[in-house]
């Protein structure tokens, strides 16, 4: 079983950052992509930033410009640097995974919140 443990979210005007980090541990034998989903109140849940094992990177369009994933493949470690934050951008933000113990799987942190307000 993988686990995910995330950190970083909390409070914040307009205009600031946050930088989230989310660490895998378990009985891991490889992660593949490694992301950041969120949910606003009322909406479903969307992918915000994802990070293969290679480096390839892919956001939504709407936070393109102002977050950048990164990860530590040796600390099975993802992170989030969210800049230039908006109202728009208050959610949960769940760290997921695809990693294989035993088999391939999905697995997901248990999510932080990240509230951007004056």
């Known amino acids: 079983q993988v686990q995910l443990v995330e950190s970083g979210g909390g409070l914040v005007q307009p205009g600031g950052s946050l930088r989230l980090s989310c660490a895998a541990s378990g009985n891991i034998f490889s992660i593949n992509d490694m992301g950041w989903y969120r949910q606003a109140p009322g909406k479903q849940r969307e992918l915000a930033a994802l990070?293969?094992?290679?480096?390839?990177?892919n956001y939504a369009d709407s936070v393109k410009g102002r977050f950048t994933i990164s990860r530590d493949n040796a600390k099975n470690t993802v992170y989030l640097q969210m800049n230039s934050l908006r109202p728009e951008d208050t959610a949960a933000y769940y760290c997921?995974?695809?990693?294989?113990?035993?088999?391939?799987?999905?697995?997901w942190g248990q999510g932080t919140q990240v509230t951007v307000s004056s």
């Open positions: 990070i293969t094992n290679r480096g390839s990177t």
């Open positions: 997921y995974c695809y990693a294989f113990d035993s088999h391939w799987s999905n697995y």
